[in-house]
């Protein structure tokens, strides 16, 4: 049989089976879900290391070592979040209002893979559909297929060992486009997690089907003047060597002013910044794009060697981000779009409003409504950043790819961080398992009609069998006005006839 053809077939079957283990799992009670979810989430941490070997192995993309965090994130951290969130059946009550939600699972999820964080990602959105009373149907990236197959295999096993239906969490094993097409507009599917590039995200918000996705990262960080410039310069660059930079909340620009701008070259410097020069930044930039562009996987989380040793540049032993000073904004200058590796376009500006415009600028050029970092401590400033930038998670003095992703910040622990409307995203959450139930509402009623009323009489009901009360009489003035007498048309005819003679 013909491999799409074999990869649409599966793809039905799965969801018929996700379907049949779903209204299963919708009888299930508060704890009995609550348990499976904690096995996934305990045998996620305990395989944390061997999955992210994998991971970085098959894709060649990051950092073992910290996809084992990112692993922890989508497990451990992921279930301490969500434990006690009361999602099956009445989930709050409103003595006072007279209200009761109750909590509707969604159905099927449709769970798109991204080959950025492929692990990690099926952890933790087994664990959120799960928890939401769902099942689960994972499309994995083709280039991280293995992987995503051991990991579900892992999650599979635990959620059954816990007491889940057969077929609560499943894997297509022949990825395709048309498998994935057929995926995401099959009709019994519930709703589309969407993790993954643009072109995807666009398809499953085209889909037919609600959708959750995200847009591209392109955060900005800015140094402000009253900013701790070491400790700003660390959590950047910590940030965007983080698995080399594959999580789309890192940073992709530094934005910083005049009156210190020598302070932050010299402390990015110190730190293991190499500065390009125009030369080198017009060769490296003309690999960052590739001619249809999009960003070129051949950079995707790799290091900042490997990737001057690809485009030919001589670097200084010990660099760990190249940098490359811009003036411009553009689709076409490709430092000022998002780049998943230790690259930075870095921008001076006058002062902070000037600042402010540069960082809008770049997000309305690319990652609109995703996320920004600021370094500051000026409260004033921030606020004001809080107002104007439109990003859904703006970031003070932290690790923009583990704050956005609530790691190191108080934000939910998530691998799909909603861009809302500015973003072409349906939220701006980052995605949990409220975000994949529906709330039904019973309500009780609490007002009579002549509450509402105020004490005003209700109209008078017509007698039975009187007559419509006839239509007031034109005023005499307005009659008068509008009829002519005899007289009048002999008069006006008279006078007619007088001028034609």
Known sequence: MDRDLQSIQEVRDLVAKAKAAQAELAEFSQEKIDKICEAIAEAGAKNAERLAKMASEETGFGIWQDKILKNILGSTLTWNAIKDMKTVGIIREDKAKHLMEVAVPMGVVAALIPSTNPTSTVMYKSMISIKAGNSIVISPH?????????????????????????????CVTIPSPEGTSALLKHKDVGIILATGGEAMVRAAYSSGHPALG??????????????????????????????????????????TEECIKDQVIAEVKKQGGYFLSPEESDKLGRFIMRANGTMNPAIVGRSA????????????EGTRILISPQTTVGKDNPYSREKLCPILAFYVEKDWESACER?????????VGHTMTIHSQDESVIK????KKPVSRLLVNTNGSLGGVGATTGLAPALTLG?????????????????????????????????????????????????????????????GASMLTKEDIERITRSILAKLQ
């Open 142 to 170: 083709p280039n991280a297929k293995n992987c995503i197959l051991e990991t579900y295999k892992i999650v599979a096993q635990a959620a059954k060992s816990a007491g889940a239906p057969d077929g609560i969490v499943q």
């Open 305 to 316: 060697k490997v990737i001057a040793e690809k485009v030919g540049l001589s670097i200084p």
């Open 419 to 479: 861009c809302g409307a500015m973003g072409g995203s349906a939220t701006s959450d980052n995605v949990g398992p409220l975000n994949l139930i529906n709330i039904k509402r019973v309500a009780y009623g609490i007002k009579e009609l002549a509450d509402l009323r105020g004490g005003n009489p209700a109209p008078e009901a017509p007698k039975a069998g009187s007559a419509p009360k006839a239509a007031p009489e034109p005023a005499a003035e307005a009659k």
């Open 214 to 255: 995200v847009g591209p990262g392109n955060g900005p960080s800015y140094i402000e003047k009253s900013a701790d410039i070491k400790e700003a310069v660390r959590r950047i660059f910590e940030s965007k060597t983080f698995d080399n930079g594959t999580i789309c909340a890192s940073e992709q620009s530094i934005v």
């Open 359 to 367: 960082c809008m600028e770049i997000l309305h050029n690319e990652g």
């Open 384 to 387: 004001e950043f809080a107002l």
